[in-house]
C-alpha cells in the first residue's frame, strides 16, 4: 500500500494541460517577450547586469566573452551557453539593433548571415548607452529578487533611462503570443516621451509628428504611412519596406541598378543569390551580371543591365520577387504588468513614464535618505568642533571606544551615528579650513535635501528630472534618421517584356488536366494526333497565344487558377503535358473544365458562369486579375454540390442559351444578367424542377443564326435552328426542346452551338467513341427527338460529348480577339 500511495491517478488531459500551462507562462514571462518598461528579455536583461556587476564597462578594457557568458550561466540563468552567447552577440550587432549595448572585438558575425566567432575567441564590454538602462540601479530604484540557487540577487528590470523597447524593438516567438516591435530614432523616441509627458492626452497624429515611424539600422525606405499609424493605434498593422536602389547609367547607352540599402533583417548574400539565380534561370530578361561590391565602406549591390532594357521596370520585379521589398508586420507584444499585452504607441510610452516616475521616486527617496543622514552627521560634527575641547577631554576620559561613544551621548545628547562620527573623526580634520568646508557641505545638503523633498511632492518637478535625463541621452547619443518614409505603397508597374521574351506559342489542354505549352516549330513538325496522352483521355483546348498573356483555367468546383502563359512548362507536342495540381494545387476531385486566354485585363469584358443547379454569375474580367496565384481563387461562389458546367469571355452584348437535360431550353440577353463581385453566387439562370439540372450554357453573337446541336442519353443527335425559339428572360422555363416520351424518354446529354465546320465527340458508357459532323444531320422541328446515329443496345448510353477543338490563333494582330 506504501507502494501504491507514491502515485497519483490522474486524467492525462489534466497533467498535459498543468504542465504545458507552467511551462507556457514560464517562456511568455522569462524568456521570449521583452518587458515593456526597459525593453528587454531576461536573458538580455541578465547579461547587461552581470557585465555591470563585473565592472565590464564601456570606460574599461575589453574582456573575453566566454567569462561573461561563464558569469551569467553561473550566477543568472542556468541555460545552454550558446543561447547566451547568441543573445550576447546579437545586442552587438549594428545591422540588427539601433544602438547596440555590448561592443565587441572580433567577428561578431555579418549581415551575409556568417556566425560570430566562438566566445572564447571574442571580447566584448558595455556600450556607452547601456551604462543609461543601469544607471541608479545601486540606488534601489528597482525590485531585485533572488537568482535561481538563492545565491545572489538580480533586477527584475532595469532603471532604464530612454525607452529601450521602442529604440531598439524586439522580435521574438512563445507559445500563444508572438512579438514584432521595429526599432525606432532615439532622439524621435526621446521627443515623443517628452511631448507625451507634457500633453498625455496627445493624439497618434500628434505624436507622429515627433515619432514618424520606425528607423532601421539598415537604412532603407518605408512605404505606407496608414500601416504606421494603424499599428501605433492597435499595436498591429502592415508596411512595405524596400531598398535604397539607383539606376546608373554607363557608357554605352547601358545602365546598372546600385543597391546601397537593404531592408531590415535581410541576408544580403542570399539576396544577391536569389537574383543572380533569376537570371540564370531567365525569369527575367536583361540581366547581365550580379555583383556584390560590399566592402568596409559600405554596402553595394551591382546589377548590371544589357543594352537598351527597362531598367526601372526590372528594378520593380525585383522588388516583387525578391527581399529587396518585405513586408513588416508590426505585432507589439510586452510583457506589462506580467501579462502579455498588445501595446499600443500610447500603452509604451504610458508604461515608460509610469516606470520613470517609479524610478525617479525611488531615485530621490534613496538619495534624501542618504542625504539626511549625512547632514545629521555633520550636524553632530560641527557641534563636536564648537565644543572640541570638552568632546576631547570626554573622549581620553573614557575606557574604550564604546564608553566614549556612551560618554558623548550621554554628556553632549549626540545620537549613536553621530557619536560614532566623532570619535572615528581623524585629528587633521579639526583645522579651520575642515571646519568651513563641513559647514559648506551642510548647506549643499541641506539645499539638496529640499531639492529631493520638492521632487517628491510635486509631480511636475519630478516629470521635470524624467525629461532632464531623457534630455541628456539624448545629447549624448542621438544620430541622424537612416530610414526614408513615404506616405503610399507603390503599385509595381513592370514591362512583362522585361521577364518574359514576347513569343507566340500552342498552349494544349486535356480534361484529365494536363497542359503545356509548345513552341511553333516542335508544333508545325507534328501532327494534332501525336500528342502523347493517356487512355480515355482526350484534348480540349488548342489554341496560340503569346508568351506574355495570361490563362485563366476554370474548374467545376467554382475556382479559377490564375496562371501566366510564360509560367506553364516548355514541352515538346509529342511528350505529355504536365498536370494541373503539379503548378497550382488542386482538389482530387476537382477539373478545369475551361481555358480562356487573356492579354489585357480591361473593363469591356465579363467572365460568365453557369452552374449545373440552374445560376449563372457575370463578374468583369478586370476583376478576375491578381497578384498572388498560387493556390486556386474562388472565381464563383457554390451551394453544396452544385458545379460549374461552362464558362464564357463575353463583351457585355451577347446572347445567352442555357439547356436542361429534361430537354428545355432557355433563350435570353446578357444584359439580364448583372455584374457582380468574383466571389458572389450569382443568380438564377433557368427555373429548374426538382431532379432538374442544367447541362450546358453557351454565348452567341447578337443578330446571329447559330446552329444548335443536342446529344441525348439513347444515341439521339438533333441539329436545330435558333428560329425555333423565342428570346425570353432569365429565369424563365423555357421551350420545349425535345418529344416527350412516356417510355424511355430522351434526356439531353450534350448542348453545343456549333459551326458548319464542327465536329462533335460522343462517348459511351462502354468507352466507345464516335464523331459526328453536325452539317450532316438534318436540321429539325424543336417537337423532334432526332436522329439515331448511335446504337445504345450496342455500344452502351452516351454520358458525354464535347466539341472537338479546333487550332485557333486566338488573338489577332492588334491583341483583340
Known amino acids: 500500500m506504501a507502494e501504491e500511495a507514491k502515485y497519483l491517478d490522474l486524467p492525462l488531459e489534466e497533467v498535459i494541460g498543468d504542465r504545458f500551462g507552467r511551462y507556457s507562462k514560464y517562456i511568455i514571462q522569462d524568456r521570449a517577450l521583452p518587458d515593456v518598461r526597459d525593453g528587454l528579455k531576461p ?21 573575453k566573452s566566454a567569462k561573461t557568458v561563464g558569469t551569467v550561466i553561473g550566477n543568472y540563468h542556468p541555460h545552454g551557453d550558446s543561447s547566451v552567447y547568441e543573445a550576447l552577440v546579437r545586442m552587438s550587432q549594428s545591422w540588427k539593433v539601433k544602438k547596440e549595448l555590448v561592443e565587441m572585438h572580433g567577428n561578431n558575425g555579418s549581415v551575409d548571415g556568417d556566425p560570430p566567432a566562438a566566445m572564447r575567441y571574442t571580447e566584448a564590454r558595455l556600450s556607452g548607452i547601456a551604462s543609461e538602462l543601469m544607471q541608479d540601479i545601486d540606488k534601489e530604484t528597482v525590485d531585485f529578487i533572488p537568482n535561481f540557487d538563492d545565491t545572489d540577487y538580480e533586477p527584475i528590470v532595469l532603471p532604464a533611462k530612454y525607452p529601450n523597447l521602442l529604440v531598439n524593438g524586439s522580435t521574438g516567438i512563445s507559445s500563444g503570443y508572438a512579438t514584432d516591435i521595429p526599432p525606432h530614432n532615439l532622439a524621435e523616441v526621446i521627443d515623443a516621451v517628452i511631448y507625451k509627458i507634457e500633453h498625455p492626452d496627445a493624439s497618434i497624429d500628434q505624436l507622429m509628428k515627433k515619432l514618424p515611424g520606425p528607423d532601421f539600422p539598415t537604412g532603407g525606405i518605408i512605404q505606407g504611412k496608414d500601416g504606421i499609424r494603424k499599428a ?17 547609367t554607363l557608357k554605352g547607352g547601358r545602365e546598372q541598378i546600385a543597391i546601397n540599402e537593404l531592408p531590415f533583417d535581410v541576408n544580403k548574400a542570399t ?15 536583361g540581366i547581365s551580371e550580379v555583383r556584390d561590391e560590399s566592402d568596409r565602406t559600405g554596402l553595394r549591390i551591382v546589377i548590371e543591365m544589357k543594352k537598351d532594357i527597362d531598367s526601372q521596370s526590372v528594378l520593380n520585379y525585383l522588388y516583387k520577387n525578391t527581399d529587396l521589398q518585405v513586408s513588416f508586420n508590426f505585432n507589439m507584444v510586452a510583457i506589462s504588468d506580467k501579462t502579455p499585452t498588445v501595446m499600443t504607441l500610447h500603452g509604451i510610452l504610458d508604461a515608460y513614464i509610469s516606470h520613470q516616475r517609479e524610478v525617479i521616486k525611488r531615485q530621490s527617496e534613496h538619495d534624501l535618505r542618504k542625504a539626511q543622514d549625512r547632514a545629521h552627521i555633520v550636524e553632530g560634527l560641527i557641534y563636536a568642533v564648537s565644543i572640541l575641547d570638552d568632546v576631547i577631554a570626554t573622549i581620553r576620559q573614557a575606557n574604550d571606544k564604546k564608553d566614549a561613544k556612551i560618554q558623548l551621548q550621554n554628556q553632549y545628547q549626540f545620537s549613536e551615528k553621530q557619536a560614532e562620527a566623532i570619535v572615528m573623526l581623524q585629528l587633521y580634520r579639526l583645522t579651520n579650513t575642515d571646519v568651513t568646508q563641513l559647514e559648506e557641505e551642510a548647506k549643499e545638503l541641506n539645499e539638496r535635501i529640499a531639492y ?23 545629447k549624448s547619443y542621438k544620430e541622424k534618421r537612416q530610414t526614408q518614409i513615404q506616405d503610399e505603397v507603390e503599385d509595381l508597374q513592370i514591362n512583362l517584356e522585361v521577364m518574359v521574351p514576347s513569343e507566340d506559342i500552342v498552349v494544349s489542354l486535356t480534361r484529365e488536366g494536363y497542359i503545356k505549352r509548345t513552341s511553333l516549330r516542335s508544333f508545325g513538325a507534328s501532327n494534332i494526333d501525336d500528342l502523347q496522352k493517356k487512355d480515355e483521355d482526350y484534348l480540349t483546348h488548342l489554341f496560340e497565344v503569346n508568351t506574355t498573356d495570361t490563362l485563366l483555367l476554370f474548374t467545376n468546383k467554382g475556382h479559377y487558377l490564375y496562371m501566366p502563359v510564360h509560367e506553364l512548362p516548355d514541352i515538346k507536342w509529342k511528350d505529355m503535358g504536365q498536370h494541373i495540381a503539379n503548378l497550382i494545387p488542386i482538389d482530387s476531385s476537382e477539373r478545369v473544365i475551361k481555358a480562356i486566354p487573356v492579354r489585357e485585363f480591361d473593363e469591356h469584358h465579363y467572365i460568365l458562369s453557369i452552374s449545373r443547379e440552374g445560376m449563372i454569375k457575370k463578374s468583369l474580367l478586370s476583376d478576375f486579375k491578381v497578384q498572388r496565384y498560387n493556390r486556386p481563387i474562388v472565381g464563383m461562389k457554390l451551394k453544396g454540390d452544385d458545379e460549374v458546367v461552362n464558362v464564357h469571355l463575353t463583351n457585355g452584348h451577347q446572347e445567352i442559351f442555357v439547356t436542361s437535360q429534361t430537354g428545355y ?18 443568380v438564377k439562370a433557368m427555373n429548374l424542377k426538382e431532379q432538374e439540372w442544367i447541362v450546358n450554357g453557351e454565348v452567341f453573337d447578337e443578330l446571329t443564326n447559330p446552329q444548335l446541336f443536342v446529344v441525348t442519353q439513347r444515341g439521339a443527335c438533333k441539329r436545330m435552328s435558333i428560329d425555333q425559339f423565342e428570346q425570353g428572360s432569365r429565369a424563365q422555363r423555357g421551350l420545349v426542346m425535345l418529344k416527350e416520351l412516356k417510355q424511355k424518354p430522351h434526356h ?10 464542327h465536329s462533335v465527340v460522343i462517348h459511351t458508357e462502354n468507352n466507345e467513341v464516335h464523331t459526328v459532323l453536325p452539317i450532316e444531320v438534318k ?13 445504345t443496345d450496342q455500344k452502351g448510353e452516351v454520358i458525354n460529348t464535347y466539341v472537338q477543338p479546333e487550332y485557333t490563333k486566338w488573338f489577332n494582330h492588334e491583341g483583340e480577339e
Do not use: C
Open 779 to 791: 436540321e429539325q422541328t424543336r417537337q423532334n427527338n432526332g436522329s439515331f446515329m448511335i446504337d
Open 232 to 248: 501605433y493605434e492597435t499595436g498591429k498593422g502592415k508596411i512595405v519596406v524596400r531598398g535604397q536602389a539607383e539606376i546608373e
Open 665 to 682: 431550353g432557355l433563350w435570353y440577353h446578357e444584359a439580364d444578367v448583372k455584374a457582380v463581385g468574383v466571389k458572389a453566387a450569382g
Open 452 to 474: 529631493l523633498q520638492t521632487i517628491l511632492s510635486d509631480e511636475n518637478k519630478l516629470l521635470d528630472v524624467i525629461k532632464t535625463d531623457l534630455k541628456r541621452v539624448k
Open 271 to 285: 539576396l544577391v543569390k536569389k537574383m543572380d539565380e533569376l537570371r540564370l534561370e531567365r525569369k527575367v530578361e
Open 748 to 757: 439531353i446529354v450534350g448542348f453545343h452551338v456549333v459551326k458548319d465546320d
Open 43 to 63: 536573458v538580455q536583461r541578465r547579461i547587461l547586469y552581470a557585465m555591470h556587476q563585473e565592472k565590464n564597462t564601456h570606460d574599461k578594457p575589453f574582456r
